[in-house]
């Protein structure tokens, strides 16, 4: 029972272009996301989160959308850069538990 | 701020052999995550730790599997006997409550 899902495994981008990576969930008690961005032997890193109250919320050339009747985030990087190049995974939790659950992750390329 | 840190970063064993993987969280957070993480996956909550207490260890296959977080503060996973669907990256995190989590590099075990 995959309750979120990243169904892009790969994502190119050429630079200075826009990346948007897409993440969808079933469970509709979640209520808080996060993205967190992984290079090659390291751990996740966290990048920007949003609660269920809000629908937008921006960091720098990192913005999350969230769309609650269609159970649906996505993460807009602008401009993207070659050192964005990594593997971005959502995760969702509910309820303050702790207890996160990830998708599968897309692999973003951004192409010089 | 020092990070969260894991050793060892590399192991190699055989299957039905034992081994153990150390974590250190970020100091002040009373939370501590043992995540698995399996190629191709999205990191998997394995047991949730608020001080030395227990949370949730609901996906912790405690035939082989054991956890324990002495003192409050560092942690260990320890695996015994190791079976060839172990080979994984076994990642740490720790947060203040329940909400952001910080990785650690985590540990990438092979069974043979």
């Known amino acids: 029972d995959q309750q979120v899902k990243q169904n892009s495994p790969s994502l190119s981008v050429q630079e200075g272009r826009i990346s948007i990576l897409n993440c969808d969930y079933t469970n509709s008690m979640f209520d808080y996301f996060l993205w967190y961005k992984k290079y090659p032997a390291e751990g996740p890193t966290f990048l920007i989160s949003?609660?269920?109250?809000?629908d937008k919320n921006e960091d720098g050339r990192f913005t999350v959308f969230l769309n609650k009747s269609a159970k649906h985030l996505s993460l807009h990087i602008v401009p993207s850069q070659p050192g964005d190049s990594a593997v971005y995974f959502c995760a969702a939790s509910s309820g303050n538990t702790g207890k996160l659950i990830f998708g599968q992750g897309t692999t973003l390329q951004v192409k010089p | 701020e020092a990070g969260v840190a894991q050793s060892p970063r590399y192991k190699i064993i055989e299957k039905r052999q034992s081994v153990a993987f150390w974590c250190n969280p970020i100091s002040g957070h009373a939370t501590l995550y043992w995540y698995q993480q399996i190629l191709g996956q999205g990191p998997k909550l394995l047991i949730q730790f608020q001080n030395n207490g227990v949370v949730d260890d609901s996906q912790l296959p405690k035939d082989r599997f054991s956890a324990e977080r002495l003192k409050g503060v560092d942690s260990t996973l320890k695996i015994q006997p190791a079976k060839l669907e172990d080979s994984a990256v076994y990642l740490c995190?720790?947060?203040?409550?329940?909400?952001?989590?910080?990785f650690g590099p985590g540990t990438r075990l092979l069974v043979l």
């Open positions: 949003i609660s269920s109250i809000k």
């Open positions: 995190a720790s947060s203040v409550g329940g909400e952001t989590q910080y």
